[in-house]
């Protein structure tokens, strides 16, 4: 498990990911040439209430590879 941190709405949080998806979502951001922080806050201000971060960024990353 790898930990990223990044600030979210002028808020430090953390998320906790394995280092494959890790890994994919810094492919997804070369690939859309943005920062990973930037997809990241994408995907929070997008995901349903209740859904934990580090969920809906796997979720994320699976629906970019099936794309």
Same mark, same amino acid.
């Given at each position: 498990m790898k930990k990223i941190s990044i600030s979210l709405s002028g808020h430090?949080?953390?998320?906790?990911?394995e280092s494959e998806?890790?890994?994919a979502l810094h492919e997804i951001a070369m690939? /859309?040439?943005?920062p990973v922080a930037k997809i990241i806050d994408e995907i929070d201000e997008k995901r349903t209430i209740g859904?934990?971060?580090?969920?809906?960024? /796997?979720?994320y990353i699976l629906k970019y590879y099936r794309k």
């Open positions: 430090q949080t953390s998320l906790s990911l998806f890790v890994d690939a /859309r040439k943005q859904t934990n971060l580090s969920s809906a960024v /796997r979720i």
